[in-house]
């Protein structure tokens, strides 16, 4: 976190990273009110950022915005920020891995950047949600709705009694150009298989692969 220009108000950004859990046990303020308002601005900036770069329809705009801005994007944005190791967290929350829990996470990343637009503005606020989400953003816009074939080839899988769907990255730096490979295996069956810049990315071309040859 010390590297990106975060809230330079020490209330305000304790506030941020104090969960419910910690503030019920030690009566004091948690970061819900700040959750909600780094919600909206987080929305907004990258609704913003996807009608100015983008040229696609309001449907194909909401699929970008909303993939970037899940729970778990914003979890993994986060970690990046450091966010895990700082948040305070009660007793119960710290031993029941809460430090783990994208739910979590979301919230706490949502408010500090409620914190850093209450300190500092939007364009800080702009800044920093532009370079922790810009991987997401850019993989979203790349493929609008992509994220959702995870989710439909598993449910297809379940309900279809087939099993869940594993996956299987290999190549880490198989060039310089840092290509992953991914295969994703329904039951004994690999029914699928995708490469990527990155691992996510690599499973999603899997995952596509596999829902667009289910019948076949």
């Known amino acids: 976190m010390q590297s990106l220009d975060l809230p330079a108000d ?18 004091v303020g948690s970061n819900e009110r700040l ?4 919600d909206a601005v987080v929305g907004l900036v990258i609704a913003e950022r996807a009608y100015r770069e983008l040229q696609l329809a ?3 705009l909401a699929q970008v915005r909303q993939a970037t801005v899940s729970e778990p994007s914003l979890a993994d ?17 710290e031993t029941s891995g809460g430090r783990a829990k994208d739910s979590l996470l979301a919230d706490a990343y949502e408010a ?4 850093l637009y ?43 009694g087939l099993g869940t769907p594993a996956y299987e990255v290999a190549g880490e730096g198989l060039s310089h150009a840092q290509r992953f490979l991914a295969s994703v295996r329904i039951g004994d069956r690999i029914v699928g298989t995708g490469e990527g810049s990155s691992k996510k990315a690599a499973e999603l071309a899997a995952a596509r692969a596999a829902w667009e040859g289910r019948d076949a």
């Open 10 to 27: 020490d209330a305000l950004l304790t506030t941020a990273l104090t969960h419910s859990s910690y503030a019920s046990e030690h009566d």
């Open 35 to 38: 959750e909600f308002l780094g």
């Open 58 to 60: 309001e449907g194909g």
């Open 77 to 93: 944005a986060a970690r990046s920020l450091g966010i895990d190791e700082r948040i305070r967290l009660g007793h119960g929350e």
């Open 112 to 115: 500090v950047i409620a914190a």
């Open 118 to 160: 209450l300190d500092r503005g939007l364009e800080a606020a702009r800044q920093v949600v532009l370079s922790s989400l810009d991987a997401r953003f850019s993989t979203e816009a790349a493929h609008p709705g992509a994220s959702d074939v995870k989710s439909r080839l598993q449910e297809w899988a379940e309900a279809s």
